[in-house]
T-cell receptor, first 114, second 113 residues
Framework: EPEVTQTPSHQVTQMGQEVILRCVPISNHLYFYWYRQILGQKVEFLVSFYNNEISEKSEIFDDQFSVERPDGSNFTLKIRSTKLEDSAMYFC????????????FGNGTRLTVT | GENVEQHPSTLSVQEGDSAVIKCTYSDSASNYFPWYKQELGKGPQLIIDIRSNVGEKKDQRIAVTLNKTAKHFSLHITETQPEDSAVYFCAAAGGTSYGKLTFGQGTILTVHP
């Protein structure tokens, strides 16, 4: 069964550094998403991406964050200047174009900001 | 915005028993309610979903019920097995944003052999 793949599985970075989290969505999917889960808290929506542009974003997704689909397969989340509170599990997800297409998640990247 | 509450936070059952997890939502415009299972070190995996035009859906040992009037939906797992042990999340979405899910807090289900 096709999977959403995320790399790296764990990223450690120092406060103020830039990080890029990478995702390869399922190949025939057209909608892409990032979610995050701070330890002990709910999974939260960050951003949705369709047709090479952001279609919706949450309040969390401020100017520190950006997303990009640099080629036909990758989907990235960049955090420009990481803060301690950015430490979380980041999940990439994708879904197909049909009306009832469900969301498929990757296994996540654990980001630790020190 | 939407708010989803999930109970209980932990649930411990004996193998073969049934498990029920309940969720409530706040936005009457929500019309899509998936359930995800998350095992250690993995991302959420969709196990069943229901749309607001249906009151109940079943897939082998798993069933979901939806009460739109009361704005709550439940996951039922029958004949539980140790491999059902995981964290279960309910979620809700509405309108055309089927990918923008609002999640519940999660339930840690432990099935004892």
């Amino acid at each position: 069964e096709p999977e959403v793949t995320q790399t790296p599985s764990h990223q450690v970075t120092q406060m103020g550094q830039e990080v890029i989290l990478r995702c390869v969505p399922i190949s025939n999917h057209l909608y892409f998403y990032w979610y995050r889960q701070i330890l002990g808290q709910k999974v939260e929506f960050l951003v949705s991406f369709y047709n090479n542009e952001i279609s919706e974003k949450s309040e969390i997704f401020d100017d520190q964050f950006s997303v990009e689909r640099p080629d036909g397969s990758n989907f990235t989340l960049k955090i420009r200047s990481t803060k301690l509170e950015d430490s979380a599990m980041y999940f990439c997800a994708s879904r197909g174009q049909s009306y009832n297409s469900p969301l498929h998640f990757g296994n996540g990247t654990r980001l630790t900001v020190t | 915005g939407e708010n989803v509450e999930q109970h209980p936070s932990t649930l411990s059952v004996q193998e073969g028993d049934s498990a029920v997890i309940k969720c409530t939502y706040s936005d009457s415009a929500s019309n899509y309610f998936p359930w995800y299972k998350q095992e250690l070190g993995k991302g959420p995996q969709l196990i069943i979903d229901i749309r607001s035009n249906v009151g109940e859906k079943k897939d082998q040992r798993i069933a979901v019920t939806l009460n739109k009037t009361a704005k709550h939906f439940s996951l039922h797992i029958t004949e539980t097995q140790p491999e059902d042990s995981a964290v279960y999340f309910c979620a809700a979405a509405g309108g055309t944003s089927y990918g923008k899910l609002t999640f519940g807090q999660g339930t840690i289900l432990t099935v004892h052999p």
